[in-house]
């Protein structure tokens, strides 16, 4: 450490600040925790009746993060169907173990890039060699879409249950399910697992792994982009 004392020891995160292009207003991060015993979750997972399917699932032992992925998500599913909606959660592995969780908070796109910076220090402390986000996204068939248009401004975009997992020794997994609404019943379609797409908000994680984001995502932005020029 040189001279310096171990209580100015950072990060390599710069010291920069972060401001939004659109009205010059500083951009700032806010972490909140709730400490809860365990028989309060456990009550409370009880009450909204997804206690067995959530305690099966993270409960039980997996050979590969392929497997992990396919059977947290069917746990996320349960929970939707409950709930009728999914807030955003990351979860950090190590080993094929859950070692945090928390939910994201974010009003665009842009901000959830930034935040994803910051996490990107969680998975350094933590030493995860896996991450996976679920939440529900916007889904719109590619040739519907107009040049640089995004799924959610589409009129033909769709409502979907995502999951998205990478890690530090395999290849990314996508997992989604259509979700259809008829009135207040919600019910998603089939799950599609390892679904074609790009995560580039995982890239700061990638980074902290010292590894290069997966080839695949760049041939998938190409492809977009090309698209989008055509457009």
């Not at 067995?52 to 993060?65: C, L, N, S, T």
Request: with cysteine; net charge neutral.
């Amino acid at each position: 450490m040189g001279w310096r004392f171990p209580c100015m020891i950072a990060h390599e995160l710069p010291r920069t600040g972060d401001f939004s292009l659109a009205d010059g207003s500083r951009i700032e991060f806010e972490v909140k925790h709730k400490r809860v015993t365990r028989a309060e979750v456990e009550e409370l997972l009880r009450k909204r009746g997804v206690d067995v399917v959530i305690k099966a699932v993270m409960g039980r032992e997996y050979k590969d993060y392929p497997e992990l992925a396919a059977g947290y998500f069917e746990m996320c599913k349960a929970v939707f169907l409950k709930d009728g909606y999914h807030v955003s959660i990351l979860f950090l592995f190590r080993d094929l173990k859950p070692i945090n969780q928390m939910q994201l908070i974010v009003e665009n796109t842009q901000q959830k890039y930034l935040l994803m910076r910051q996490l990107a220090n969680e998975v350094t402390k933590t030493g995860a060699d896996a991450a996976m986000i679920v939440g529900e996204s916007w889904m719109a068939p590619a040739e519907s879409l107009r040049a640089y248009e995004r799924p959610a401004e589409s009129p033909k975009r769709a409502e979907a249950l995502t999951a998205n997992l990478v890690s530090k020794t395999g290849d990314p997994i996508d997992c989604m399910a259509l979700i259809h609404r008829n009135g207040g019943v919600v019910s998603p379609v089939e799950t599609v697992i390892n679904a074609s797409g790009a995560s580039f908000e995982f890239a700061p994680f990638y980074h902290a792994w010292g590894l290069p984001i997966p080839p695949s995502w760049i041939d998938t932005s190409k492809a977009v982009m090309a698209r989008a020029r055509r457009g």
